[in-house]
């Protein structure tokens, strides 16, 4: 009889998942939730003074909800599309981390400024993190030639994407963040200078400087107490008093700044006319403004709504959206799509609106006197935008185009003609 042996079945192991979350995953949402807080701190725990959280609403919840998206996918996919969010949401950590660099560089951390420099540690961190992982993941199999054009592909689609979107929103946050920080420094030629503040109607304090007037005629230039100070100390010597101050957001001034003074430059020229006319040395018949940049393009909105404004000059002049740049014939496709952009980023970053375009409301000023300075070699868009204010406003009205200046460099260029016929024109205007 032959003994048999009975051999035991073979086990097969079944893999088991272990439960864990990848490292990466982990450290893609620590990174981003430290991105998330800052933008938490700088809208709602935190916000600029004068506003409150409920000001910032869009503008807070609308990049929370980009980064919770990207969170919420990033586990749901894979290779190079984890490496596309994580240089993704790595940008947009350093761009609102810019805002606690900047003003750390310049006055000292303060406030949300230590959330903002842990947002750029992420931003930073996240960007390394999406390079090596989009290396590690890089699609080996195929021909040479398929993966080059593949990657080529990829690497065209990520320039155009960049430049076309990312660019300008970044543009776009940026200039609803980071404003020009105090002026310690004032000097207005005289020592007659009074730190004043102004209040404007939706409640914020803005911080200025005043010289007393000696003609009973007064001019406000705006904006901001840095670049205006040479403009204040030509017309202190013509006995105006004069006004210069910080903008809401800028300097020493509450609220949230706007590159463009979107709805709150003109309320904050017409803070700084009612603070004119309640001076007893100023007559409120006689009030005049110099407005450089975007102050001009305020100024002359303000002064197209404002029976109180009596004489306008405007120097540097153009454009405060896409919208408008458009309302005027010349722009190229390119900058027209990116000034798009910027002006929707800054829509929702700054809880505003693009105002009505300038070209529609010059008209209003007449019979008030305009007087345009504009530099056409320094950019076309002065020249082309500062001709059409021109052409659609009544009179009287003066056009000076300095083609050997910079932006809003006529008085740097031509010193004792600019204070000619500055002078003269508001000489004509306020003192008759």
């Not at 190079?80 to 994580?86: D, E, R």
């Not at 940008?91 to 310049?106: D, H, R």
């Not at 065209?156 to 970044?170: C, D, I, Q, R, W």
């Not at 407005?291 to 100024?299: A, H, I, N, P, R």
Request: charged share 20%.
């Amino acid at each position: 009889m032959t003994a048999t042996t009975l051999s035991r079945p073979r086990r097969v192991r079944i893999p088991r998942s272990s439960g864990r979350v990848p490292r990466g995953q982990i450290l893609f949402v620590a990174l981003t939730a430290l991105i998330a807080l800052h933008v938490i701190d700088d809208s709602f725990l935190q916000p600029q003074p004068g506003t409150t959280a409920a000001d910032h609403l869009v503008s807070g919840l609308a990049p929370l909800a980009a980064l919770a998206l990207a969170a919420a996918l990033y586990p749901r996919v894979r290779g190079g599309w984890q490496a596309a969010l994580a240089l993704l949401v790595g940008c947009s950590g350093i761009v609102v981390g810019i805002e606690g660099a900047y003003y750390t560089s310049q006055v000292g951390p303060s406030g949300d400024d230590f959330s903002g420099l842990l947002a750029m540690a992420a931003g930073l961190a996240l960007t390394g993190f999406g390079v090596v992982h989009l290396w590690r993941t890089r699609r080996r199999h195929g021909g040479l030639a398929r993966r080059s054009a593949r990657r080529a592909g990829i690497a065209v689609a990520s320039v155009l994407g960049t430049l076309l979107v990312l660019v300008p929103l970044g543009y776009a946050y940026v200039g609803t963040h980071v404003a020009r920080p105090p002026v310690e420094d004032i000097d207005l030629g005289t020592p007659d200078v009074e730190d004043v503040e102004l209040h404007t109607s939706d409640g914020l304090t803005l911080q200025g400087s005043y010289v007393p007037s000696k003609n009973r005629a007064a001019v406000i230039v705006a904006f901001g107490r840095k670049g205006s100070q040479d403009k204040a100390r030509m017309l202190a010597r013509h006995g105006y008093g004069v006004l210069i101050f910080d903008r809401r957001g800028e300097g020493e001034s509450d609220g949230d700044p706007n590159p463009y003074a979107w709805d709150g430059g003109e309320k904050d020229i017409v803070a700084a006319v009612e603070f004119l006319r309640q001076r007893p040395d100023v007559d409120p018949e006689r009030i005049g403004g110099v407005g450089l940049s975007v102050g001009g393009e305020t100024f002359l909105q303000a002064a197209a709504r404002h029976d109180e404004i009596k004489a306008v000059v405007s120097e540097g002049a153009s454009a405060r959206s896409g919208g408008e740049l458009a309302s005027v014939e010349g722009s190229a496709a390119g900058p027209l799509w990116f000034n798009h952009v910027v002006s929707a980023g800054t829509a929702v970053f700054s809880n505003a609106s693009p105002p009505e375009h300038l070209i529609d409301q010059v008209d209003e000023i007449a019979p008030r006197a305009m007087f345009l300075i504009s530099a056409p070699s320094a950019d076309p868009d002065e020249e082309r935008f500062n001709r059409a204010y021109y052409r659609a406003a009544g009179g009287p009205k003066a056009l000076w185009e300095v083609r050997d200046a910079g932006h809003v460099g006529a008085q740097e260029a031509h010193p004792l003609e600019y204070e000619r016929r500055v002078t003269r024109f508001l000489d004509r205007a306020l003192l008759g």
